[in-house]
């Protein structure tokens, strides 16, 4: 442990609070909230831990901490904080996705949507469902049954939807606002729960269509009255209420967690959703953490009624939700809980061999390859490799990994703008140059390690830019490939020396992964490029032609022969000036 964070762990004070662990780059990589500061801090640099805590450990160099006047304003500053800075190892719901919502727009002729973004706009919002296609079903349903309009703008005659009764044409048509309003009460009533009372209408209809004998409508409410039935009466009904509530469970084992949700809306489980995270502090802390950034950082609505496990401190929960909570000692609600609980358990078992098999493949992989090459663990690797053909459109590319991932947001492509001709060197040393140029200047973030496409001569470019033109002491090692084009050496120091990995080993894998990645970057890049090469045509680089005129001379004359056979004042009469047509004929007649 560094001599300045054993100092600070000796001023910690005793009160809550959050901290931010930082790497040696400065970046914050964990932030948690603590009751007492001063022993969650200490605890994580004493005793013993298992591997994944041990990771986040050996990563922190410099800590910050922000004292709080009581535990749930630590809470609500750690969910904010980790919105902020999206730390690495704050991985509760970076996967999350936001669910979708039926919606009743507010224009003068409304309309039926489905949207996944909550707006203020006097727009009515029913969901969120977590089943998207259950959302759709839905919407088709009511599409079939009110003839709100379905154009987004209103067109100047009618469409199919008004032929087959589903719109009932605002654009060719006044439609009263009294009706629009009796249409919009309907269908609220309808996702609010009253679609029995909708179906039983729909029958009395229907008796009343037979006994008129108007098969063909009563027909029409039959299918309707079908289309009920299937979409919003196929789930078993689980509670009688009929109120909207999330019902949460958790397991946790070996310093994870998994938390079931099951979403009830009007009394029915309409979907449950499942996350799996590492978890640092007591199981229970980090629950909390979880339900925070659950409706906080989600798209997630609050129902009326959260029902959680007997450990969780149900004072706290509803101060940070503002929303009833309840912990059922028995009946149906207690073992809806416990089904929450089982499934998480059963989910938490499941997914534990899946973990570690890909631990193996890339935390444990990186630490490895960090120990081959006597470096520091690297967990974000940069990699680059040349692409060309005899050296035209030459171009290259980066990608990065991140604790043995592909990150391919970070991805990056470059054309070659200074080299002339085959050279791979110079073309490797242009790049990295104007990469961590870029690196420096906007303070990005610096690799652990950069791998390159290439040997030894590669390897001395890069480090000549980065050494003595950059003054950046970064590790940089070499991929090299057999006669087959596989993997078969990495290459590392000054003079490159052959690092010994086992061919079968994680590490050697992972570098498999890289080179393959960045060359299918690479050259996918290319083809881009060379495919827009290819179709370049003869009238380019003509001044006063562009793309405009060549679409118009090539409309008006069929081809490029046709054209080339053309006289100058045929070109004229194309309405092409005077000087411009007399360039293309002798661009054409050349």
Not at 84 to 104: Q, T
Not at 231 to 256: A, N
Not at 288 to 304: A, E, I, M, R
Not at 347 to 370: C, H, P, Q, V, W
């Amino acid at each position: 442990m560094h001599d300045h964070l054993k100092e600070k762990l000796a001023v910690l004070p005793d009160q809550p609070g959050c901290y931010l662990m930082k790497d040696r780059q400065g970046t914050i990589i964990y932030i948690g909230k603590a009751k007492i500061l001063k022993n969650r801090v200490r605890s994580y640099f004493t005793g013993s831990h298992d591997g994944k805590t041990l990771r986040l450990v050996q990563e922190i160099v410099d800590f910050e901490y922000i004292v709080t006047p009581s535990n749930i304003d630590a809470l609500i500053l750690e969910m904010n904080l980790i919105k902020k800075y999206d730390p690495k190892y704050n991985i509760m719901l970076k996967d999350d996705k936001s669910y979708p919502f039926i919606k009743i727009t507010a224009e003068r002729h409304p309309r039926l949507i489905i949207t996944r973004n909550v707006k203020k706009d006097k727009g009515k919002y029913f969901g969120p469902y977590p089943n998207a296609q259950a959302a759709n079903e839905t919407k088709k349903l009511l599409d079939r049954i009110y003839p709100l309009r379905k154009c987004t703008n209103l067109p100047d005659k009618v469409c199919l939807y008004y032929h087959i009764g589903q719109c009932l044409a605002p654009c060719i048509q006044h439609v009263p606002e009294e009706t629009n309003k009796k249409l919009v009460d309907e269908i609220t009533r309808f996702l609010n729960g009253g679609y029995k009372e909708i179906k039983t209408n729909l029958t009395e209809k229907m008796l009343k269509a037979a006994e008129d004998l108007d098969f063909e409508r009563a027909k029409e409410y039959r299918d309707q009255i079908a289309h009920i039935e299937l979409t919003m009466e196929k789930q078993k009904l689980t509670m009688t209420d009929f109120i909207d509530r999330d019902v949460f469970g958790f397991s946790y084992d070996k310093g994870w967690m998994c938390v079931q949700v099951f979403f009830i809306r009007q009394g029915k489980m309409i979907e449950r959703e499942a996350s799996l995270f590492p978890i640092y502090n007591e199981p229970d802390e980090d629950f909390l953490t979880f339900l925070g950034q659950f409706y906080s950082q989600n798209n997630h609505f609050k129902p009326k009624e959260i029902l959680l496990p007997k450990s969780i401190d149900k004072d706290l929960v509803e101060q940070l939700l503002q929303v009833n909570v309840q912990q059922p000692s028995r009946g149906q609600k207690k073992d809806l809980i416990e089904l929450a609980n089982k499934n998480a358990n059963i989910a938490i078992r499941e997914k534990f061999s899946l973990i570690e098999r890909d631990e193996e493949r890339t935390i444990k992989a990186i630490e490895n390859l960090g120990e081959h090459l006597n470096i520091y663990t690297p967990h974000r690797i940069e990699a680059f490799d040349n692409s060309n053909i005899q050296g035209t459109d030459p171009v290259s590319a980066m990608i990065v990994f991140i604790d043995g991932k592909p990150e391919k947001k970070d991805y990056r492509k470059y054309k070659i703008k200074s080299v002339q001709g085959p050279d791979d060197y110079e073309s490797m040393r242009e790049v990295v140059r104007r990469r961590y140029s870029r690196v420096l200047k906007e303070q990005l973030p610096f690799p652990d390690l950069i791998i390159i496409d290439g040997g030894k001569g590669h390897l001395a470019a890069v480090t000549d830019v980065l050494e003595n033109e950059l003054g950046l002491q970064v590790p940089v090692a070499g991929l090299v490939k057999d006669e087959k084009h596989r993997t078969s050496e990495l290459l590392i120091g000054d003079p490159p020396e052959i690092v010994g990995l086992p061919r079968n080993s994680q590490e050697f894998y992972l570098l498999q992964r890289i080179q393959d990645e960045v060359h299918r970057f690479a050259i996918t890049f290319h083809r881009q490029i060379r495919g827009k090469s290819a179709f370049k045509s003869v009238l380019d680089d003509i001044p006063g032609v562009g793309e405009k005129r060549k679409k118009a001379l090539l409309k008006h004359f069929g081809s490029i022969k046709k054209l080339r056979e053309a006289s100058i004042e045929e070109i004229v009469q194309a309405k092409v000036p005077r000087l411009a047509a007399e360039l293309i004929y002798e661009k054409l007649q050349n």
